[in-house]
């Protein structure tokens, strides 16, 4: 309770140790807590700045208002034992304890505060005081100062008027002696060549001169003026016409003129002239050092001496020329001077920049390597850079854009050079394959195609698709040298979009595919029936080529082109798919081709020894000949050739006796045991009848069909083309008894082996059979062979 005391003083502090002088702040502070009190009354906020709670009318409420300490404790005696009353005490102790430490700290604290106040007040009032005896004594001096002010104007006032009086007449006498002394003073200006000086000093004098005339003082004044003025103006023109001085003594001259009066469209035209003379001098130095292609010369240095001197000095001239005619027009000039001078200024840049853009167009066509691109594009970026000087001076001319267009030609001029090289190179690969290709270690012992079954030709392949796609990357990596990002034009719209889809994707890119598609169709267009000049391994190369293109190579290319280039597709652009399409259907030619001329290869060796061959007179076989042997080791050769570069395909099952496989002489429609002891020369239209009732009923072979991607179609085509080829031949002679003996030991041969490589070995046996039925029917006394006497002359070969 006895903290509600509102000036608790237990520790014994004495009132006399506070100074009297704290008195004089209570005022203030009780402002100050009555201020304080009535904000956390608006905020509702106690005095421990916590919000207030409403009153409790509880008088066992310790820390409300209504406390009354005798029923508190009646209340506890009633309702707590001893040891909680005792335990009560104790927590109340320590409450005490902790608020009398939180006074005495608060108490300190405040000490100093209210010891710096006092004496902060006790400094004031000094202050104060000073303060008030000095302003009475500037009011003092204030007054004396007004009344001296008076008195000295009172005293003045008589003579104020006779002083403005001689002040006047000692100007006038100033004017005077100036414009008497002008005649002298422009003639010194003349002698030391201070012409800006003489045209300064008559410029101010004129108009007085001019108004007093009528008086024959001011008119010599005049007179000798004028003389010493036409005489100035005359050397002016001499100078302006002798052209050995320079731009900025040239605008001075020009300037001068201007101000004596001189017409401005003549000056314009002098002016322009003067300047173009010298700047014509500029640009056929410049055009002396463009030597004939290939250029040596550095194109960087040479774009740095046309901006360095023609660029500049243009830029200067113009700069002269709208500060004297156009921005600071003469006095006096009509109003459409301005206009005029900006239209011949206009006509003048254009000529000149004609001329210049010509110069710069020649030699950039020089640069014809298409090694280090960068020179180049450092050397347009430079260009380019300097031009926007002209845009900022002129803005409405039409130089930054012509100057943009050369870039813009220069860098699809470059694309397409680039597109040159790329078809080169590619023409040149070619031609390294061709050699590589016809090298002894490749050709040894090769089959029609000049190739052993080796591992050469997957290593060509590889070769060659890496170094095109080296060679495209480089490519790429010089062009986008033009939309780098501090190149100045790549910010344009046109590098930024249609050079990008435009120029590198569809113009480079997608036409050297094409390319490649298109001459790899060319190699299609040789004769066939004659070989072809093209080695059959290269069309075997280039058709697996192209089928890589088509299955991911194309795709590659395009993604890192886009990727490399950010190509937007705002205009139609050639699809993946059509590309890729194309490059199919030329490795499909490719490959058909292959076919035909592997197939053509072998057929003109069985052709020829059909043809050269006496088969009615021919003695009884006791070998298979040598053609025959020639034609499987060439198949197998051609085998081993196709599975280097494609995998091996489907194919039907084979039956187990295929290379014990018998053939009629009359067809594999007939049973040998069922017709041949009835083979009469009476009966050739009933087997003849019966042979072409079967065909009717045979599955149709296709010779030349297109070929599927793999090693099985592609070996079935050629063997299709040579047994037709055989069975062809055979169809155009005629064959004696032992004839047809030796066409069924070759067929047989045949069959022991070639029955492996075809996708169904029924297709195989079909054509045997017709080549041995076709043989029979066109044989003067058809008495086949044993067969047991076949197999032992084909397994003795």
């Known amino acids: 309770p006895h903290l509600t005391d509102p000036c608790p003083n237990p520790w014994g502090l004495r009132s006399c140790r506070m100074d009297v002088e704290v008195e004089t702040t209570e005022a203030g502070a009780s ?3 009555r201020v304080h009190g009535m904000l956390k009354m608006y905020y509702g906020m106690n005095e421990e700045g916590k919000a207030d709670q409403p009153d409790s009318a509880d008088p066992c409420d310790i820390n409300g208002q209504n406390f009354d300490p005798d029923v508190y404790l009646n209340k506890l005696r009633r309702e707590c034992s001893l040891g909680e009353l005792m335990d009560q005490e104790g927590c109340m102790v320590k409450q005490i304890r902790s608020l009398d430490s939180d006074m005495q700290t608060l108490v300190y604290e ?25 302003m009475d004594c500037l009011t003092t001096n204030m007054a004396a100062i007004t009344e001296f002010s008076a008195s000295i104007s009172g005293t003045l006032q008589d003579q104020h008027t006779q002083i403005t009086k001689l002040s006047g007449v000692h100007s006038l006498l100033r004017k005077l002696q100036f414009l008497f002394e002008l005649p002298a003073r422009l003639n010194k200006c003349v002698e030391l060549q201070a012409y800006g000086q003489a045209v300064s000093a008559h410029g101010r004098a004129r108009c007085v001169l001019q108004q007093y005339s009528h008086l024959p003082s001011f008119r010599g004044i005049q007179d000798d003026c004028l003389l010493i003025m036409d005489g100035l103006r005359l050397q002016l023109r001499q100078r302006f016409r002798d052209g050995g001085s320079s731009a900025k003594d040239l605008s001075e001259c020009v300037e001068l003129l201007l101000q004596l009066d001189e017409p401005a469209e003549e000056l314009c035209d002098k002016f322009l002239n003067h300047a173009g003379a010298r700047l014509h001098l500029d640009l056929t130095g410049l055009e002396a050092e463009i030597p004939p292609p290939p250029a040596p010369t550095d194109i960087l ?18 700069t002269s020329y709208q500060e004297l005619f156009v921005s600071h027009a003469p006095a006096g000039a009509p109003g459409d001077v301005p206009r005029m001078a900006s239209a011949k200024l206009q006509v003048f840049v254009d000529e000149l920049a004609g001329r210049y853009f010509s110069i710069v167009e020649r030699r950039i066509q020089g640069e014809r390597g298409v090694g280090d691109n960068s020179l180049l594009v450092r050397a347009l970026d430079r260009f380019h850079r300097r031009l926007q000087a002209v845009s900022k001076l002129l803005p409405g001319s039409t130089v930054p854009a012509r100057g943009t267009q050369i870039v813009v030609r220069a860098a699809t001029e470059r694309v397409q050079r680039y597109l040159e090289a790329l078809k080169s190179f590619y023409l040149d690969t070619l031609t390294d394959v061709r050699q590589a290709l016809a090298a002894p270690r490749l050709s040894v012992a090769g089959g029609p195609g000049g190739l052993t079954p080796g591992g050469g030709l997957p290593d060509l392949l590889a070769s060659l698709s890496a170094s095109i796609l080296n060679q495209i990357k480089a ?33 480079l890119v997608v036409s050297f595919i094409q390319f490649i598609c298109q001459s790899s169709r060319g190699f299609c267009d040789s004769p066939g029936d004659k070989g072809g000049a093209t080695p059959p391994a290269l069309l075997l190369l280039l058709s697996r080529l192209c089928l890589d293109y088509e299955t991911s190579t194309i795709s590659y290319i395009l993604t890192l082109t886009d990727e490399q280039f950010l190509v937007q597709h705002h205009s139609p652009v050639t699809p993946v798919t059509v590309l890729c399409a194309e490059a199919r259907e030329a490795a499909q030619r490719l490959l058909n081709h292959y076919v035909k001329v592997q197939g053509l290869i072998i057929s003109q060796m069985l052709r020829k020894s059909v043809e050269t061959r006496d088969w009615v007179n021919t003695i009884e076989p006791r070998n298979v000949r040598a053609v025959m042997k020639r034609v499987v080791e060439d198949t197998t050769s051609i085998d081993g050739q196709v599975g280097l570069l494609y995998e091996e395909g489907v194919r039907k099952a084979h039956s187990s006796d295929s290379s014990k496989r018998t053939f009629s002489v009359y067809s594999s429609s007939r049973p040998q045991p069922r017709y041949a002891a009835s083979y009469t020369p009476s009966a050739p239209m009933d087997t003849n009848l019966l042979s072409n009732i079967h065909k009717l009923f045979s599955e149709r072979i296709d010779i030349f069909s297109s070929v599927e991607f793999n090693k099985v179609s592609v070996m079935t085509g050629i063997i299709k083309i040579s047994l037709k080829t055989f069975l062809e031949c055979v169809r155009l002679r005629t064959f004696g008894r032992f004839g047809l003996q030796q066409v069924q030991v070759d067929c ?5 082996y070639l029955w492996r490589f075809v996708s169904d070995e029924n297709l195989a046996h079909f054509l045997l059979d017709e080549i041995v039925g076709s043989t029979a029917h066109r044989c003067l006394d058809p008495a086949p062979m044993e067969q047991s006497v076949i197999e032992v002359i084909c397994e003795r070969g």
């Open 31 to 33: 402002r100050k807590r």
């Open 110 to 134: 405040n000490y100093n505060k209210f010891i710096s106040a006092t004496d902060t007040i006790r400094k004031m009032k000094n202050d104060f005081k000073k303060m008030e005896d000095e």
């Open 301 to 318: 240095e040479f774009m740095d001496r046309g901006c360095n001197e023609f660029v500049s000095s243009l830029c200067l001239v113009v």
């Open 475 to 507: 490519v790429l990596a010089s062009v986008h040298l033009f939309t780098a990002k501090d190149i100045t034009f790549s910010n344009k719209p046109y590098f930024k979009g249609e050079f990008c889809s435009r120029g590198v994707r569809e113009d």
């Open 748 to 752: 047989h041969y045949l069959q022991m």
